[in-house]
């Protein structure tokens, strides 16, 4: 079984998924959801170049330093280009709070952790961790995303609960990935090392999917503390009238 090409199957039709969703939920208009579309691809096709050439490569970069640097980058753009330009901003408001829930069920591919893990690729405790905690992440998203959906302000604690999750999920992996990784972070000695996260396809994960679905939880936690909702359904929303949209 070649986990690779499986790995780039698998991945490409996540990052589609998000790209594709994100972009129907902040687009206000065809050409808007376009434009959106557009720039998410051009950095995901940007994440391959660069895993593609290797250029995070540990033996020929800073290894996690570099790795971080694009981890974090992207979730400090997104998020500013978020809160200065309008369109986003008020898109960020009137978005369904379900939708940006349910993104999460591509985290599913957490079973890649897994089966790399059992296939001694990637160590421990970087790959059951990262990879089972994707896994409850991806498989109570819909669930998730179906209770905000009908009951509204009764899911808030959940949401809050499953968001906080996710979000430390998310950077327990980074910080296990960063000290299993060749270089001057490296704290966690087992082999084989995470190096191979900076390889094609595995680079999309923290190049890519990770920042994404990180500013997609800062998201939820702004929409949880104004009390919007743009669920789309009467009173289906955690308020009837937000800060924003109230006339």
Known sequence: MNTDLIGSVELTASAATVIAALSIGFGS???????????????????????????????????????????????????????????LHDALHRVPLWLLVGVHTVRLLGISFVILYAAGRLPAPFAPVAGWGDIFVGLTAPLVAWLVYRQGANARPIVWI??????????????????????????????????????????????????????VHIAIFVRLGDGTSGQGGEGRGFYRDSACGAK
């Not at 299993?180 to 094609?200: D, H, K, Q, V, Y």
């Open 29 to 87: 208009n065809a050409p808007a959801r376009i434009r959106i579309a557009a720039w998410l691809t051009a950095w995901f096709v940007i994440v391959a170049i660069l895993a593609a050439t290797r250029a995070l490569y540990y033996e020929r970069a800073l290894g996690a330093p570099s790795l971080g640097i694009a981890v974090a980058l992207p979730i400090a753009v997104l998020c500013i280009l978020v809160a200065c330009v309008q369109p």
């Open 162 to 215: 499953w968001n906080m999750i996710g979000i430390v999920d998310l950077i327990a992996a980074v910080a296990l990935g960063a000290t299993s990784s060749p270089g001057p972070l490296r704290l966690i000695f087992a082999e084989p090392s995470s190096a191979i996260m900076t390889t094609l396809p595995w680079l999309l994960i923290p190049g890519f999917l990770v920042p994404l679905l990180m500013s």
